[in-house]
């Protein structure tokens, strides 16, 4: 893991009173609500210019109270998180909640993230557990050392008293609280709430100084938890602030994962409303906005119970702005605006520049108003207008060789290649996030993020989770599932019987399969049998209806299309003579494919396009040996047409993010290897194999051939 190093002494670093997350609470009004925001560090760095933009539009659209940045099991996220955080804390003045796991983390990997975040000025930390301690399997020497001097993080309390102990009351400390009760097992047998008790207790007496609960969504679970932490006969949460976890349900295959890992459970009457709809995400989404907004109207009235005390939400928004947006604004949670700020965007709206621009309406009506101001004003205030003369140097004459004589309309070079300031008013920004209008369309493209297989460019690429490399399971279960594997073929068994439904995960997949893999399961179970290990799939469609019980999706009245892929583990000595015939020039226009191993070297078929195009030039390498030219493809490889839509492309494999990918699974061999021990015949097997194995994915364009990929591989 890389170290990160703030950078010290930004100019104009602001400096607020109350950055502690009780004392903004304390200064709130009796009736006040507020809401916070939750984020995880995107993997790609193209992700991360993007969820800038989108933290900016959200930061000046919906005003929350605080956020949160998320913090990967063992630190596996350590620099990407204190990045965000910057981000999020300095340059966007965001009141910035740092998550920090303990287990897994060595006391100086601790130290390091707590100082590094009082240089960033934040003053509050969600201390978690984090995984199951294994810290023998990721101390190195140094550790080990420090381990016999020092304190071993085993609860989340171990941290909150570490953190009381070093600095004091500096930091605010959150932890973590399930509704339900917390469970460590697939098959929640001892998930309780009163189990859960004395650990929640151990932890507020530790020092904790406001508890944030795990996403749930059955509200008579969440009443009987508040009210059972309200009437504690220990006194410890008579005052203490509550804050209930909330996710938006973006799809229905989202939501259903997101679930199974959480062991969140949904009443059967959400669950029908959801079920209605499941195959078309846009209703999933709309269907939940009304679920969530309905949960929060119904805490409000738990949360009445308690006088005195601000009624507060955190929403886990999986770098996603557009639900959440809506349900902020419809459970009225936005906070109002200032009067200097009301004054300010009264003046862009009375602009003359406005006049011929259209208007862009809040939730499509126009008949929404932030608190504190009128329909009308929202509708004059609704207008996109471009910057004025004297505000955007590019509007202006560039001159050069002399200081500008007219600054009405003329600029410096300097002066035109500076941003100009956001001019939306807060109305029209809110608007801009739920997706009204041309605007709000690019803001919210990657609405419909399908995990890995969804766009590298969105903040919400990648595993929903956003925690970095992890099993999914614990070590018992690990060993229950998986044995002690020593050969090849102990592995290739594992994956097989997966296949067949023996086993209900392999490290790589928890979820079991779609009902479209039964058109090719005996095909993958051949390709499992020869050491080429499946880890995603799917067979090629040609234009079935979108209602097709099996390969149907989206809108009615649609059809849908898919290009068969497969994407596999395979021997270095086995690659080497697959890539050759994948080679071919007779492959040229019939298949991509990407591969990369553990040492990051790659190779793919947009490399040997750019090879064949520059064949005879002089300009065939760079000064690095690479292609002088090179555009890495992307291949729509799940696509739908539907009346009065843009075709739909959600699922997608490109090269940026088949390397994101890539990183994660051969870290899971890693983390596989670790239940065994140091040294173990099963350890010793698991890194041999991810240091000789090739990742690989090919596509095969023909999806109107349906055998044709499996062809190509001998498995037909």
Not at 151 to 158: I, L, P, R, T
Request: charged share 25%; with cysteine; aromatic share 10%.
């Amino acid at each position: 893991m890389g170290e990160y190093t703030p950078i010290v002494d930004l100019p104009g670093l602001r400096n607020p009173a109350m950055d502690r997350i009780t004392d903004k609470v304390a200064a709130l009004p009796a009736d006040a609500n507020y809401f916070s925001l939750e984020f995880f560090p995107p993997k790609t760095a193209m992700g991360f210019s993007n969820l800038r933009d989108r933290l900016d539009r959200m930061a000046r659209a919906l005003r929350p109270l605080f956020v949160n940045v998320t913090w990967g099991a063992g630190g596996s996220t350590a620099q990407k998180s204190l990045e965000l955080a910057e981000l999020c804390q300095r340059e966007l003045g965001l009141t910035t909640c740092l998550h920090l796991t303990c287990t897994n983390m060595s006391r100086r990997l601790i130290d390091k993230a707590l100082e590094d975040a009082k240089v960033l000025g934040i003053r509050n930390i969600l201390a978690l557990r984090g995984d199951p301690p294994r810290r023998a399997e990721y101390m190195d020497a140094e550790e080990e050392k420090e381990e016999e001097e020092g304190e071993e993080f085993q609860w989340a309390a171990d941290l909150v008293r570490y953190i009381k102990k070093t600095h004091g009351d500096y930091f605010c400390i959150g932890v973590a609280a399930y509704p339900e009760g917390h469970a460590n097992e697939s098959h929640p047998l001892d998930q309780s709430l009163d189990h859960d008790l004395p650990y929640l207790v151990d932890k507020v007496q530790a020092g904790a100084d406001f508890i944030m609960t795990q996403l749930f969504f059955d509200n008579e679970a969440y009443e009987k938890f508040e009210t059972t932490l309200r009437e504690h006969p220990s006194g410890a949460f008579k005052d203490i602030i509550i804050i209930p976890g909330l996710m938006p349900i973006q799809s229905y295959q989202m939501i259903k994962r997101t679930t199974k890992l959480s062991h969140a459970k949904i009443p059967e009457p959400l669950m029908a409303r959801l079920d209605a709809v499941k195959g078309d995400d846009e209703r999933v989404k709309s269907v939940g906005v009304d679920i969530l907004t309905e949960i929060i109207q119904q805490i409000k009235e738990v949360k009445s119970r308690t006088p005195g005390q601000p009624k507060g939400f955190h929403f886990y928004t999986l770098n996603l702005e557009k639900a959440v947006s809506f349900i902020v604004e419809r459970a009225n949670l936005i906070p109002p605006s200032t009067p200097e700020e009301q004054e300010h965007e009264q003046a862009i709206s009375e602009s003359p520049l406005n006049a011929d621009f259209p208007r862009l309406q809040i939730n499509g009506s126009g008949t929404y108003s932030l608190p504190n101001r009128s329909v009308q004003e929202v509708s004059n205030s609704a207008n996109r207008r471009k910057s004025s003369i004297g505000s955007d140097p590019r509007n202006r004459v560039i001159v050069s060789g002399r200081s500008p004589s007219h600054p009405d309309y003329e600029a410096s070079a300097l002066d035109a290649s500076i941003p100009a300031e956001p001019v939306n008013t807060r109305a029209n920004t809110l608007a801009i996030s739920e997706g009204e209008g041309v605007l709000g369309r690019e803001a919210t493209w990657d609405d419909f993020p399908n995990g890995r297989w969804g766009d590298a460019r969105s903040p919400a690429y990648g595993q929903i989770d956003g925690y970095g490399v992890s099993l999914h399971v614990t070590v018992p279960q690990a060993l229950s599932l998986w044995g002690s594997p020593r050969t090849r073929d102990d592995i290739s068994d594992i994956f097989i019987r997966h296949l067949r439904g023996e086993l209900s995960a392999i490290p790589w997949s928890e979820e079991g399969f779609n009902a479209e893999t039964d058109a090719i399961r005996e095909r993958l179970i051949r390709l499992n049998a020869k050491g080429w290990w499946s880890l995603a799939s799917q067979p090629a469609v040609n234009g079935l209806k979108s209602s097709d019980a099996t390969f149907g999706w989206g809108p009615p009245n649609g059809f849908v299309f898919q290009k068969a892929f497969v994407e596999f583990f395979i021997p270095s000595k086995d690659w080497a003579i697959l890539v050759e015939k994948l080679r071919k020039p007779e492959m040229k226009d019939e298949v991509c494919f990407f591969a990369i191993n553990a040492k990051g070297d790659f190779v793919s078929s947009d490399d040997d396009a750019v090879a064949t195009a520059n064949k005879g030039s002089d300009e065939d390498e760079d000064d690095y040996g690479m292609p002088s030219y090179r555009e890495a493809s992307t291949n729509a490889v799940t696509w739908g047409v539907f009346p009065g839509k843009e075709i739909v492309t959600p699922t997608i494999i490109e090269e940026v993010s088949f390397k994101a990918w890539s990183e994660e699974a051969f870290g899971i061999w890693g983390e596989w290897a670790k239940i065994y021990g140091r040294g173990s015949e099963s350890a010793r097997l698991l890194e041999e194999v991810r240091r000789d194995t090739w990742l690989v994915n090919i596509i095969h364009h023909d999806y109107v051939e349906r055998d044709a990929l499996w062809e190509l591989l001998g498995i037909a």
